[in-house]
């Protein structure tokens, strides 16, 4: 459960749940179990949903604080605390979902339909009902946990965080470097295999006992249609993307072979996962400088201008805020400012890895970020944000509603808004100048395709690995092999050289030992283009999307806010319908904003032989 606070679309109102109300006799008879033959009612269901309801968000408050002190000061006693109060909450929401599904039968309402499913399957790492092995996986998600944000590894006498070994897998060209400081960071993840096999054991326990296959089917339950045709809507998203894809990875791979040489980047088969300028190979624009198409530079480099124009992290976030403002969002409340984590303290162990929470489910919003002043953190400022206003926005409905209207959603929304850092916005807050011509526009394109399109098969990937792990056609020792069999066949990417026996390389990306689901980022990077594609229109826009901001946009803002305010109280397909026009995600958006870049780099790669 305390996992589901770690990044802001994980914060489901099931999430909230907390121990004040935990039940010590928990997965014994409920009222209406007890109530032998009389077969519950709509009442009985009503009255459950708002007791249920009322105890999540009474309690909630409590488990928030827990989390918050230990993502924010690791140590040993914080994390004994962050482990009951993760123990109470699954305790109460296990027993809330066994007593969801007592009225699995009846005929109700849509809405409460909707909450007694989502009081079913929203639990991410559920367990049986029995204390010990409760509080035995939560002791196990805490340490995974912990033993990724506190890892480090040893160079020259020093030990590295994963913050410091990122920059230099980010900057440096130096292929004997990057080699060891790749491989270095996946020395902190051996360690948690054993861990991650017990807890899977134990949470898959948990989803058959809520009546589900496995956990993967669990997971793949939370988007208002049955979970094997929520699989093959994933299928069919990444079968529209899959030849962008493929082509930007044939350009990237030849400027590398070009760059660094037959010996260490061939020209053929997957490119070497060290080199593409990010820890996980999953966004690679830090690389721009090695692979932009010539005669198209943009003429300018947001982190070296964000470093120049002496911006902190307060600004970074400040600067964010406005452009939310300039939509016609409230500003961001004092208690933000004040409690908020937005640099990396020297003195104590935090989680870094930036999430944005809501404590009391109303407006005790904050963020948590070791900010780095580059444009990668501008983007990530804006990303949280998103989560924070979402948040905000949903705040007076049921409390089981107050969550993303899935949580691709959730993810989408802060990106969507990062789509609109044009050129012309940066000009117009004075970061640049003057806007870059027309023909910068393919070297524009191509920095947000390094990051926008290079992370669609790792945003697939991911949860793919999690899924067959879950469904037991993965085994622990074949956890490794199978990470990069998925790797290979979605991204094209290899280790720079063997992976030793004892590898467990998922376990260094920060999602698999901190138990966030993954697709809702696959899911967010095609939908935040279908938001920006509608706002674009609903702005009136007609030239190419890459240049088009709903900066100071009031009237976007409006119709954005009220698909932020519905929550989750409907489903999806209609809150989406309400924005974009369509009921059905959909790949095209993203088609058509980089469709003059995929113009250009068929006609580069026409003599090369693509794919690996
Ligand atoms: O984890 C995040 C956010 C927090 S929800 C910073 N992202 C994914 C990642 O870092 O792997 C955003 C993009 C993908
Ligand atoms: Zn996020």
């Not at 230990?70 to 109060?85: C, M, P």
């Not at 074949?478 to 290899?494: H, K, M, S």
């Not at 993954?518 to 920006?532: A, G, T």
Request: hydrophobic share 40%.
């Amino acid at each position: 459960m305390k996992t589901m606070w770690l990044c802001g679309a994980a914060i489901s109102a099931l999430a909230l749940a907390a121990c004040d109300a935990y039940a010590p006799d928990a997965g014994g008879e409920s009222e209406a179990a007890s109530a032998e033959a009389a077969a519950p009612t709509q009442e009985d269901a009503a009255a459950f949903l708002e007791r249920a309801e009322a105890e999540l968000a009474e309690t909630s408050e409590y488990a928030a604080r827990v989390y918050w002190v230990q993502n924010t000061y690791i140590n040993h006693d914080t994390n004994w605390l962050a482990s009951r109060a993760g123990a109470e909450s699954t305790e109460l929401s296990v027993r809330l979902a066994e007593e969801a599904a007592e009225y699995a039968d009846l005929d109700l309402p849509q809405e409460m339909q909707r909450k007694l499913n989502m009081l079913r399957s929203g639990i991410t790492i559920p367990a049986p009902a029995d204390t010990e092995i409760v509080e035995e996986l939560s002791e196990i998600t805490t340490r995974l946990e912990s033993t990724y944000s506190t890892g480090t590894f040893e160079i020259d006498g020093e030990g590295l965080t994963l913050n410091e070994l990122s920059n230099i897998i980010e900057n440096s060209r130096d292929r004997e470097e990057l080699r060891e400081v790749w491989e270095g960071w996946r020395t902190v993840s051996p360690v948690m295999a054993e861990d991650y096999a017990r807890m899977v054991e134990i949470a898959n326990d948990g989803a058959n006992h809520l009546g589900f296959d496995n956990l993967a089917q669990m997971w793949l339950s939370n988007y208002d249609m049955p979970a094997d045709e929520m699989e093959a809507e994933v299928e069919r998203l990444w079968g529209q993307v899959e030849p962008l894809y493929e082509q930007l990875h044939c350009a990237v791979r030849a400027e590398l072979n070009e760059e660094y040489g037959d010996a260490v980047q061939p020209a053929d088969g997957p490119i070497r996962a060290d080199l593409l300028g990010n820890m996980w190979a999953q966004q690679w624009s830090n690389i721009y400088p090695l692979v932009g198409p010539e005669d198209s530079d943009p003429g300018y480099d947001l982190t070296t201008i964000l470093n120049e124009q002496g911006y902190d992290a307060r600004r970074m976030v400040e600067t964010g805020e406005a452009f939310f403002s300039s939509l016609g969002f409230e500003p961001l409340p004092d208690t933000f400012w004040e409690r908020s984590l937005i640099t990396e303290p020297e003195d104590r162990d935090v989680v870094c890895h930036p999430s944005a929470w809501n404590l009391d489910n109303v407006d005790d919003i904050r963020i948590k970020m070791c900010t780095e002043i580059n444009a990668e953190d501008f983007q990530t400022v804006h990303h949280e944000l998103g989560h924070n206003y979402y948040q905000r926005a949903y705040n007076e409905q049921d409390f089981l509603f107050r969550t993303g209207a899935h949580d691709g959603f959730h993810e989408a929304i802060g990106d969507f808004v990062g789509l609109s850092i044009t050129p012309e916005y940066l000009r117009q807050i004075g970061l640049i100048d003057e806007v870059p011509p027309a023909d910068a526009d393919l070297g524009i394109l191509m920095n947000q395709a390094l990051d926008k399109i290079a992370f669609l098969p790792f945003g697939l990937m991911v949860d793919k690995w999690r899924w067959s792990v879950f469904r037991g056609e993965t085994t622990p020792e074949n956890y490794n092999e199978a990470w990069w069999e998925l790797r290979t066949r979605y991204q094209g990417v290899a280790p720079p050289g063997p992976r030793p026996d004892d590898a467990f390389d998922p376990g260094a990306k920060y999602h698999i030992p901190g138990n966030t689901p993954y697709l809702r980022y696959f899911l967010s990077f095609i939908m935040q283009f279908q938001f920006h594609q509608a706002a674009c229109e609903m702005a009136g826009w007609e030239g190419p999307l890459h240049r088009c901001s709903i900066y100071g946009n009031e009237e976007v803002g409006e119709r954005f806010n009220a698909m932020l305010e519905a929550g989750a109280s409907e489903p999806w397909p209609d809150v989406l319908e309400r924005f974009t026009g369509t009921r059905e995600m959909d790949g095209s958006a993203i088609i058509a904003y980089f469709e003059p870049l995929m113009d250009h780099l068929e006609e580069a790669n026409a003599d090369r032989e693509c794919g690996w």
